[in-house]
């Protein structure tokens, strides 16, 4: 019998597993772009033309490559990163494989240029992964890499290039994914001569964030440092207030190498729930630093996605850190050019802060006294954040149009709107109340009679058991009526019967605030604080704005209301002395 199995010629290999490393111009720049910040590059220029399809250079003032070394490069397998096979297992470069260059080179025309100090250097022409010419070539300490026509002995992959808008585009998100990585790094894209990104070496990813999406962007950004044991997430995310619909803006980073991994996004956007309206993508830019035995880069073809040891514990994190970024003075919108501060890096070990009240309980009370037990309140983890200060016990209040609370604090002015942070304190004890004890309510000696259409009527029937957490004690009492037989009592500004015709009109035909996306129970706690809050133009006295005051900062996000607007904006000191041209 003639044998069927018979070995692939070298430079079949080749292209078989360049097919893996190389699907367009984007991955081209991806894998080049690597080897010049593996080369301790300061600065990398590239350059595409017709969306990298015709041409592709790289140009680094990296190390560069000896004449031996620049040969060996182009080997299959040949790598300067990993040795053995545990080094494997503590990857600190982006590259490790050998592959990216062979790949590269046997489907394309390349000419690598490269030299160790300025002077002579080492030009080497391939064709197809042929080596044509070695020559001694002038240059500066640096590699160049210029790969033209891609796919050009391989069809079949050519006809799969997209137009070069689309190419160019996936390259310049490639090109951002890596200046973000790397911000000490000036990089430069240029697409047929003209510049589309330019980054000078910055001092901070937050600089890095203003060359490369500008200013504005930037100035929305609210600092996160969260580190647990040896993990620690670090980066910037958009203001609640800031973010917008519109497409996915997260960008994760594993060790300066940017991954994809979408449960661990999932975990981020889930740590603004409530503080934006479902459908809004707020920007992410997310740092993981975690030691290399916890995670495996050796998993995916183009490495775009990593393992972890530990998935679950890596997505609590994240959702803590960005939380706890939510949660701090930073995340309210301050007037003027104020830009949040960037936090060091809490030091390891952690020390899990217990999460302190500033309740206090009070007989005249504005609000009901929160049910929440000491446990309750640190079973959310809520470390040390950036809160406002002022000198003695309380701060100085008051109330302007009756509808702001302004209070003075050491950083400058806070302005409250009153609806907004009630609407928070509500939302939160109405959560409560459905996990632990309801809300205490008060029976009335006449029940209250509404007549609601029938579809409102099967609302109320649906949510009956929620409603009595939350102190409404319901009665279907025909198609059209309900029965009311206890109210809850949240201040004594309250209307129990307008509070529960409007939530349930709410409840039953729709609003952005009961997005269907939301839980039953997120919506009638959301739909019922936004109703039973204390109104704009009600007049409250001092303790009473107090008791407002020390209720919304007990709870774990302040700063955001439930609609996704602002509870709080702050007017720095700095922004009023920059105003009257003091100095400071
Ligand atoms: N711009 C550069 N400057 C200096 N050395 C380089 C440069 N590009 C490549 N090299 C050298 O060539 C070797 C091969 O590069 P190649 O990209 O093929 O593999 P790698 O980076 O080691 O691994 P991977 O396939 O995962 O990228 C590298 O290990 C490095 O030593
Ligand atoms: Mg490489």
């Given at each position: 019998?003639?044998?069927?199995?018979?070995?692939?010629?070298?430079?079949?290999i080749?292209?078989?597993?360049?097919?893996?490393v190389?699907?367009?111009?984007?991955?081209?720049?991806?894998?080049?772009?690597?080897?010049?910040?593996?080369?301790?590059?300061?600065?990398?220029?590239i350059?595409?033309?017709?969306?990298?399809?015709?041409?592709?250079?790289?140009?680094?003032?990296?190390?560069?490559?000896?004449?031996?070394?620049?040969?060996?490069?182009?080997?299959?397998?040949?790598?300067?990163?990993?040795?053995?096979?545990?080094?494997?297992l503590?990857?600190?470069?982006?590259?490790f494989?050998?592959?990216?260059?062979?790949?590269?080179?046997?489907?394309?025309?390349?000419?690598?240029?490269?030299?160790?100090?300025?002077?002579?250097?080492t030009?080497?022409?391939?064709?197809?992964?042929?080596?044509?010419?070695?020559?001694?070539?002038a240059?500066?300490?640096?590699?160049?890499?210029t790969?033209?026509?891609?796919?050009?002995?391989?069809?079949a992959?050519?006809?799969?290039?997209?137009s070069?808008?689309?190419e160019?585009?996936?390259?310049?998100e490639?090109?951002a994914?890596?200046?973000?990585?790397?911000?000490h790094?000036?990089?430069?894209l240029?697409?047929?001569?003209?510049?589309?990104v330019?980054?000078?070496?910055?001092?901070?990813?937050?600089s890095?964030?203003?060359?490369?999406?500008?200013?504005?962007?930037?100035?929305?950004?609210?600092?996160?440092a969260?580190r647990?044991?040896r993990?620690?997430?670090s980066?910037?995310?958009?203001?609640?207030?800031?973010?917008?619909?519109?497409?996915r803006?997260?960008?994760?980073?594993?060790?300066?190498?940017?991954?994809?991994?979408?449960?661990?996004?999932?975990?981020?956007?889930?740590?603004y729930?409530?503080?934006?309206?479902?459908?809004?993508?707020?920007?992410m830019?997310?740092?993981?630093?975690?030691?290399?035995?916890?995670?495996?880069?050796?998993?995916?073809?183009t490495?775009?996605?990593?393992?972890?040891?530990?998935?679950?514990?890596?997505?609590?994190?994240?959702?803590?850190?960005?939380?706890?970024?939510?949660?701090?003075?930073?995340?309210?919108?301050?007037?003027?050019?104020?830009?949040a501060?960037?936090p060091?890096?809490?030091?390891?070990?952690?020390?899990?802060?217990?999460?302190?009240s500033?309740?206090?309980?009070?007989?005249t009370s504005?609000?009901?006294p929160?049910p929440?037990?000491?446990?309750a309140?640190?079973?959310?983890?809520?470390?040390?954040?950036?809160q406002?200060?002022?000198?003695?016990?309380?701060p100085?209040?008051w109330?302007?149009?009756?509808?702001?609370i302004?209070?003075?604090?050491?950083?400058?002015?806070?302005?409250?709107?009153?609806?907004?942070?009630?609407?928070?304190?509500?939302?939160e004890?109405?959560?409560?109340?459905?996990?632990?004890?309801?809300?205490?309510?008060?029976?009335?000696?006449?029940p209250?009679?509404?007549?609601?259409?029938?579809?409102?009527?099967?609302t109320?029937?649906?949510?009956?058991?929620?409603?009595?957490?939350?102190?409404?004690?319901?009665?279907?009492?025909?198609?059209?009526?309900?029965?009311?037989?206890?109210?809850?009592?949240?201040?004594p500004?309250?209307d129990?019967?307008?509070?529960?015709?409007?939530?349930?009109?709410?409840?039953?035909?729709?609003?952005?605030?009961?997005?269907?996306?939301?839980?039953?129970?997120?919506?009638?706690?959301?739909?019922?604080?936004?109703k039973?809050?204390?109104?704009?133009?009600?007049?409250?006295?001092?303790?009473?704005?107090?008791?407002?005051f020390?209720?919304?900062?007990?709870?774990?996000?302040?700063?955001?209301d439930?609609?996704?607007?602002?509870?709080?904006?702050q007017?720095?000191?700095?922004?009023?002395?920059?105003?009257?041209?003091?100095?400071?």
């Amino acid at each position: 019998m003639p044998r069927r199995i018979h070995h692939l010629p070298d430079g079949l290999i080749d292209q078989i597993a360049a097919g893996e490393v190389v699907e367009g111009p984007a991955s081209v720049v991806k894998e080049l772009v690597e080897n010049s910040l593996d080369a301790a590059a300061r600065h990398v220029e590239i350059a595409i033309r017709n969306g990298g399809k015709t041409e592709i250079r790289v140009a680094d003032d990296g190390w560069g490559m000896g004449p031996e070394d620049a040969l060996a490069a182009l080997d299959r397998h040949a790598t300067s990163k990993i040795r053995e096979p545990k080094d494997l297992l503590a990857i600190r470069t982006l590259g490790f494989r050998g592959e990216a260059l062979p790949a590269i080179a046997s489907v394309s025309r390349l000419v690598l240029e490269t030299a160790e100090r300025d002077g002579q250097g080492t030009r080497m022409v391939v064709v197809g992964g042929r080596v044509q010419a070695v020559e001694g070539c002038a240059r500066q300490r640096g590699t160049t890499v210029t790969v033209r026509t891609l796919f050009f002995n391989v069809p079949a992959r050519a006809k799969f290039l997209r137009s070069a808008a689309a190419e160019t585009r996936a390259v310049v998100e490639v090109v951002a994914a890596l200046a973000l990585g790397f911000p000490h790094v000036g990089f430069r894209l240029e697409s047929n001569h003209a510049p589309l990104v330019e980054a000078p070496p910055a001092a901070d990813t937050r600089s890095r964030i203003a060359a490369l999406w500008g200013e504005e962007l930037a100035r929305e950004l609210v600092p996160v440092a969260h580190r647990v044991g040896r993990w620690a997430l670090s980066g910037w995310v958009q203001r609640p207030a800031a973010a917008s619909a519109g497409r996915r803006r997260g960008h994760l980073f594993v060790g300066g190498r940017a991954v994809i991994d979408r449960s661990l996004l999932r975990a981020a956007t889930r740590a603004y729930e409530t503080t934006i309206p479902p459908g809004a993508r707020p920007w992410m830019f997310l740092f993981l630093d975690l030691p290399p035995e916890d995670v495996d880069v050796n998993v995916h073809p183009t490495k775009a996605q990593v393992r972890f040891r530990d998935p679950a514990a890596v997505e609590r994190l994240v959702y803590e850190g960005v939380r706890q970024a939510l949660a701090s003075l930073h995340s309210a919108a301050p007037l003027g050019e104020a830009v949040a501060p960037s936090p060091p890096l809490p030091p390891p070990p952690p020390t899990p802060a217990r999460r302190t009240s500033t309740v206090r309980s009070s007989q005249t009370s504005l609000f009901v006294p929160t049910p929440a037990t000491p446990e309750a309140a640190s079973a959310v983890a809520a470390p040390a954040r950036a809160q406002p200060s002022w000198d003695g016990a309380r701060p100085h209040l008051w109330q302007v149009h009756a509808t702001y609370i302004f209070v003075e604090t050491h950083q400058g002015l806070l302005i409250v709107d009153q609806h907004s942070a009630h609407e928070r304190v509500l939302y939160e004890d109405f959560l409560r109340a459905f996990e632990r004890e309801p809300l205490a309510a008060q029976r009335l000696l006449l029940p209250l009679t509404l007549h609601l259409t029938p579809e409102e009527v099967r609302t109320a029937e649906a949510c009956a058991g929620l409603f009595a957490r939350l102190g409404y004690e319901l009665e279907v009492f025909g198609p059209r009526t309900v029965l009311v037989r206890a109210v809850p009592c949240p201040h004594p500004y309250f209307d129990a019967e307008r509070a529960l015709r409007e939530s349930l009109a709410e409840l039953t035909y729709g609003s952005p605030l009961v997005d269907p996306a939301r839980t039953q129970h997120q919506r009638v706690a959301l739909s019922l604080a936004c109703k039973a809050a204390i109104k704009a133009g009600q007049r409250l006295t001092t303790e009473e704005m107090h008791e407002l005051f020390d209720r919304l900062f007990a709870t774990e996000l302040p700063y955001h209301d439930i609609h996704g607007r602002p509870t709080i904006v702050q007017l720095p000191l700095a922004e009023l002395h920059h105003r009257f041209g003091r100095s400071g």
